[in-house]
């Protein structure tokens, strides 16, 4: 959630509006029914009224009056979004743009050569994901969009007679629009829906700032910050992903950038109406114009126009060779298509120096100019897809095309020392192990399919299209040459001294023992000289860090501790290798997986880690709310780019002797808070059968929000169950367990307390860490979370393990008050203490009828209504928590 208080005359004009729609289409019964429980909710939160009256209330709605209260309560939460988002985010402030962090960084003697020699060599990157925390269905998100842009344009509190008309309707189409989804999506769907976001908000601003950021640095930069996307090609648990997905993937994303610049050409066409007869063009324009093949007689003495019916020609047929379907409007003539990007940019540059020639640069500026830029961050595959696979995968199948091809018989039974002889042994012969009439198990021959189609891709997209192979629980070495045996077998992967390899294997560390391992892995790895070799070749070597799965094994403090630490010997790994390092954040939109404002997030990162190179992914939620519309998605780029400039160039926020000091005492107050959590939740008899029944992780299981399934193997244990369930599950109970467990009696037990005061005041990591906490707490609510304890049959074991959550959660309330010295959560950030306030009389009530709906569903009922409550109670909460998956 922003900081930002949403602006009261906004909420209450909108939920007048929403009142109204209700009252006219549901009767003044209902609207009354709904507007006494809001009435009851706000009077015991203001401490005027016993939570007994609310429940009354609440019990006496029939169930197609709940349905039409939660769907109401749902709306509001959905609207008071919007009024927030139109609140100047903090993010905004000046710090956090580019202009602003060059000047911060100029006050440190960072002049702007050094900003832009880091630029030269930067990478900045957005990965959208697919994971599952977006409950609402696109038509829901789409009329929000169309709300939120009518309400920019109103006052405070009051819009003109035709946009109030305009936001009735909208409203209107959101309470007559199905809430849930009726089927499971699939790939495609996520696919078109990603797609869909990053054409309308992302691909058109992202040429605007870039253009806006080489007049603030005075030159040409090079397309450093670029979008990144799994979405067809993460099959890690997902069955569902496969070659046809991942060659799905990249033809959407070549129909967007490629009918985005047929648009753009469209309009050059209009606009350059230049007549040679009065202005002088070059001759390389009038080769241009003459290879067109555009002989319309009274464009005759036009030859930018002539030259754009060809530029435009090719493009066209370039989006059908690629996106394999007709484009929007096909080309006037007939025209080979483009064999790459960098030659449709050819003849763009060709159009621009004439246009300079001749005396209209300013021309060239414009429309041309965002063009050219737009086809130089995006090419034609416009995000860069990553494929990701768990190790356990490859392994299974390089055994079976070792043992297939009379290599090894019993790769799985190597230890790795012995594995990764002999991986280093195959990479170094050009022979294939693949044999054309072998019938290989479902599992390889679907593998083998995945890497076939990337090298397709690589040929029809170029290189850019897919540059990283993720690999999930990678544990040593052989999990990364593994990836490279695969890449072999298709012609990726080219043996030589030094080997050449366009596609990177990149390891995934999430939990806290695959963290601890990492730097390990890492030294071996780039001792390898060929590994080396081909770190060095690209520039650098990327390693992920996973946040959920860290979180879900150790807690929340542990985690970001872990990751910290991990990245800070990573790092030092790197340095002593002399070969550059990339980290990619494995975020969630939870602070349990990694939450919390990116601004902050990338600045408290360790000294030397970033280097003007992160890829951060966007997930289920978050994508909505930072892309979600062209003036958001400009906060998120640019904010994500002004954080990495002060991370990679800025000095260190505490010096050496205190960074050590304060480390020092970080490992002990984590080594507590991982013992408490794990003692909880994996040494607790009965823990597993009370989250089960004191949560909706059954009822989240069921809802269609995603293409993967909530847990990797058929177990109900939890170390099997997938992180976002697991922190999803905890948020709608209120209860937000993974945000907090732990920290509150390791920070207490702490015995310097001065010390540990220092750290909260002067340490960017602890300051983010426990600004994040502390938030997860005036979030949570502990007599609400009693309701859900009170799904638990078992009574011992309801007030043995919800007693211990009781006590942890005060504590930690208590400990973090007096470490920041305030009377209560979130005084010191007021607008945000405000915004957390507003929502909770709108978020409680849907909390206490979900859990009297599901206490029915679970003794039987099974009235569909009762389903469909349950459901959209789900997505109302997730929307007045916000930032919940």
């Known amino acids: 959630m922003s900081e930002a208080a949403p602006d009261r005359a906004d909420v209450r004009y909108l939920g007048r509006l929403l009142g109204d729609v209700i009252r006219a289409h549901e009767g003044d019964a209902v609207f009354d029914a709904i507007e006494g429980v809001r009435r009851a909710s706000v009077a015991v939160h203001r401490g005027d009224a016993e939570r007994g009256a609310l429940s009354e209330r609440l019990a006496a709605l029939d169930l197609g009056d709940t349905l039409c209260f939660v769907r109401g309560f749902l709306l509001f939460s959905l609207l008071a979004n919007l009024a927030e988002d139109r609140s100047a985010p903090p993010e905004m402030r000046r710090e956090a743009t580019l202009a602003g962090a060059v000047d911060v960084l100029g006050r440190e003697g960072v002049d702007r050569a050094a900003v832009r020699t880091l630029l030269d060599h930067a990478l900045i990157a957005p990965v959208l994901t697919a994971h599952p925390t977006e409950v609402r269905r696109k038509s829901m998100i789409d009329r929000e969009a169309a709300i939120g842009e009518l309400l920019s344009a109103c006052a405070s509190g009051s819009c ?63 397309p450093f910050l670029r979008p990144g996307n799994w979405i067809g090609g993460d099959r890690d648990g997902n069955p569902n992903v496969d070659a046809v997905t991942l060659d799905a993937a990249l033809a959407a994303g070549a129909a967007v950038a490629l009918g985005h610049y047929l648009g753009e050409l469209n309009q050059l066409g209009s606009e350059l109406s230049i007549s040679a007869s009065l202005a002088e063009v070059t001759a390389d324009l009038a080769a241009l114009a003459d290879a067109s093949g555009d002989d319309v007689p009274s464009r005759a003495d036009e030859p930018y126009r002539r030259a754009l019916t060809g530029v435009y020609a090719r493009t066209a047929a370039t989006y059908a060779l690629i996106a394999r379907h007709a484009p929007p409007l096909p080309g006037r003539v007939a025209a080979a298509p483009y064999p790459n990007a960098d030659a449709m940019l050819a003849d763009l540059a060709v159009v621009t120096a004439s246009l300079e020639a001749g005396g209209a640069g300013v021309v060239a500026a414009g429309r041309l100019a965002r063009l050219t830029t737009a086809v130089r961050l995006f090419g034609f595959h416009f995000a860069t897809l990553d494929l990701r696979q768990n190790a356990d995968v490859h392994g299974r199948v390089v055994a079976e095309l ?203 990162q360790p000294p030397g880690t970033v280097q003007g190179r992160i890829r951060i992914t966007e997930q289920g939620e978050v994508i909505a709310s930072k892309y979600g519309t062209p003036a958001a998605a400009e906060t998120s780029l640019e904010t994500m780019t002004a954080a990495t400039l002060l991370a990679s160039l800025g000095p260190p926020a ?228 916000r930032n919940s998956g």
């Open 160 to 222: 003109d007679p035709y946009t109030e008309a305009e936001l009735v309707r909208h409203i209107t189409l959101l309470w007559q629009t199905r809430a849930l989804r009726s089927v499971r999506p699939v790939v495609a769907d996520e696919i078109g829906n990603a797609f869909a976001v990053l054409g309308a908000n992302v691909l058109p601003v992202l040429p605007v700032l870039h253009a806006r950021w080489e007049k603030l640095l005075g030159g040409a930069l090079p």
């Open 402 to 604: 070792l043992r297939t091809a009379g290599v090894c018989p019993d790769y799985e039974a190597l230890d790795e020392d012995a594995r990764i002889e002999l991986l280093g042994a195959e990479l170094a012969q050009p022979r294939m192990l693949t044999l054309p009439f072998t019938a290989y198990s479902e599992e390889t021959a679907k593998e083998l399919g995945i890497v076939r189609a990337a090298a397709a891709a690589h040929a029809r997209f170029g290189p850019d299209c897919i540059r990283a192979y993720i690999v999930s629980k990678a544990s040593g070495v052989a999990n990364l040459l593994e990836v490279y045996i695969l890449l072999k077998e298709v012609g990726v992967y080219r043996p030589g001294d030094p080997p050449d390899c366009p596609i990177m294997a990149v390891p995934l560390f999430e939990t806290i023992e695959d963290l601890e391992a990492g730097p390990a892995v890492m030294r071996r790895f780039l001792d390898r000289p060929k590994a080396a070799a081909l770190a060095r070749a690209r520039g650098f070597q990327e390693v992920m860090v996973g946040y959920s799965d860290s979180n879900k094994d150790g807690g929340y403090l542990t985690s970001n501790w872990s990751l910290h630490t991990g990245a800070t010997a990573i790092r030092d790994v790197f340095h002593e290798a002399g070969i550059a390092m990339q980290l990619f954040h494995g975020r969630g939109g939870a602070v349990g997986r990694g939450g919390g404002p990116a601004f902050d997030a990338i600045r408290a």
């Open 654 to 881: 505490v010096p050496p002797a205190d960074a050590a000091r304060f480390a020092e005492a970080m490992a002990t107050i984590s080594g507590q808070a991982y013992r408490d959590y794990r003692a909880l939740v994996y040494g607790t008899d009965g823990f597993n059968k009370f989250f089960r029944a004191a949560t909706p992780i059954t009822e989240i299981a069921e809802l269609k929000i995603g293409s993967r399934p909530a847990s990797r193997t058929k177990s109900d244990a939890i170390e099997d169950l997938r992180a976002i369930p697991w922190v999803f599950s905890w948020a709608q109970a209120r209860i937000m367990l993974p945000g907090w467990y732990g920290a509150g009696a390791a920070l207490g037990d702490f015995a310097d307390r001065g010390l540990l005061r220092e750290m909260v005041a002067g340490w960017p990591f602890l300051a983010a860490t426990l600004s994040n906490l502390e938030m997860v707490l005036a979030k949570s609510n502990m007599a609400v979370a009693g309701l859900y304890a009170g799904l638990v049959e078992d009574a011992d074991l309801r007030t043995r393990i919800f007693g211990r959550i009781e006590s942890g959660w005060e504590r930690t309330r208590d400990v973090l008050l007096d470490l920041t010295g305030q009377a209560d959560l979130l005084d010191r950030t007021p607008a945000l203490q405000r915004a957390v306030r507003m929502r909770l009389p709108y978020i409680d009530p849907l909390n206490e009828l979900q859990v009297e709906l599901i206490r029915r569903r679970r003794a039987g009922d099974t009235d569909p209504r009762i389903a469909d409550g349950i459901h959209l109670s789900i997505n109302g909460i997730a929307a007045g928590l």
